[in-house]
């Protein structure tokens, strides 16, 4: 459960408060996911009350967000990670390697777990793996049942068995890019380095490669290594605007019409020209503001801290049964909001029941092993130049 925290200690941006955040944040993929576009839930009758079945749409289109603010929240947890080492970035080649590898296999196992035995399973059910990967061939097949297994799939534009699981590739171009941006960072500064993204693909004149592509989300990367790096959500918290009395209700008043105009700016913004606002500022005001306020409610907090701590897990499984083996049954309980919280139970059940699987067979000590294995590798072959 998340920790008190005493009048005594420094305020920050917590590993309680980020958890509680992805809660809020999964929430946000399954509304996404399930009610972004009618088409989704053809044939379905729904019940929208109160609300309309285009308002539930325009929600899930925003809900879109979710993507921005899980970046946010990787950019801000592996600069911390990267800062341990060295609070500049200036780690050696070696320290570098073994940072990245062993950050790319802590956040592979979580996937490992759930994609392998899917694929099996998918494979006994219907022979959706023969389907995916088999088409071209059998080595092709188990090749790009490998990339797929590595969160590559993305990268490699090889085939995959669940569309969603793009995220994969993100991740691990972002654990191997960090210690560059970090590098870069000293060199000319947050402010010139979130301008050169922003340029860089204008300048060469590259297409938009839309929403599902890490390119699209560096900006909240640097953000949330800058956030890391100067607690900036939390100086914003405590600035009341210069305003002595009353300054608290004018502050809370005033972020929460910035807060209500973040989804009118969201849906309005051209994706393809204005993505790093899209994909990247916005989520990050909407992630300052559930810290300020939101993850602030006791009871909320201990909920979303829950849902966060299974929110990777959330992610990889809902969508195996929304749009591959239960969708009928999902969509069967009518209302919308029951369609999400019966998806969300589904999923969480099974993220709870992997987990207890992963401390029955020892999972995270033969992952810890496998890391010290690799450590010691590279160690040795540094050693030997």
Not at 336 to 346: D, G, N, Q
Request: charged share 20%.
């Amino acid at each position: 459960m998340p920790s008190t925290k005493t009048t005594k200690e420094k305020e920050v941006f917590s590993k309680n408060d980020s958890t509680a955040i992805k809660g809020i944040a999964i929430i946000m993929m399954l509304l996404h996911h399930c009610f972004r576009d009618r088409e989704i839930y053809e044939g379905f009758a729904i019940n929208f009350y109160p609300f309309s079945e285009n308002m539930v749409n325009i929600l899930g289109i925003v809900c879109k967000m979710c993507v921005g603010m899980f970046v946010f929240i990787t950019g801000y947890g592996l600069s911390l990670s990267l800062r341990k080492i060295n609070k500049d970035y200036q780690l050696t080649v070696k320290e570098t390697c073994q940072w990245t590898v062993n950050r790319a296999i802590l956040v592979l196992s979580g996937f490992w777990i759930i994609s392998f035995p899917t694929i099996l399973i998918g494979e006994c059910i219907d022979g959706r793996a023969s389907e995916v990967f088999f088409e071209d061939g059998t080595i092709y097949g188990f090749i790009q049942i490998l990339f797929d297994g590595l969160g590559l799939s993305n990268i490699m534009r090889t085939c995959t068995f669940l569309k969603t699981w793009w995220y994969m590739s993100a991740a691990i171009v972002f654990i191997f890019l960090l210690p560059v941006l970090g590098r870069m960072k000293n060199k000319i500064g947050y402010f010139f380095l979130i301008i050169s993204i922003i340029l860089f693909p204008r300048v060469l004149g590259l297409d938009y490669v839309g929403g599902t592509h890490a390119f699209s989300y560096f900006i909240p990367l640097v953000l949330g290594m800058m956030c890391s790096e100067y607690d900036l959500f939390v100086k914003l918290k405590q600035y009341h605007y210069g305003i002595k009395k009353g300054g608290k209700i004018f502050k809370f008043i005033f972020e929460t019409c910035i807060c209500i105009l973040i989804p009118v700016l969201y849906y309005e913004t051209k994706t393809d020209r204005f993505w790093e606002l899209k994909f990247g500022v916005l989520p990050v005001l909407f992630i300052y503001y559930c810290y300020a306020y939101i993850v602030r409610i006791p009871v909320m907090k201990q909920i979303l801290y829950f849902l966060g701590r299974h929110s990777m897990n959330i992610f990889l499984i809902h969508n195996i049964y929304r749009n591959l083996y239960l969708t009928e049954f999902i969509y069967s309980f009518k209302h919308f909001a029951l369609c999400l919280l019966v998806l969300l139970a589904l999923s969480l059940a099974t993220s709870i029941l992997i987990e207890g699987i992963k401390k029955i067979i020892g999972y995270d000590k033969l992952i810890k092993k496998l890391c010290n294995y690799v450590t010691e590798k590279i160690n040795c072959g540094y050693d030997k130049k």
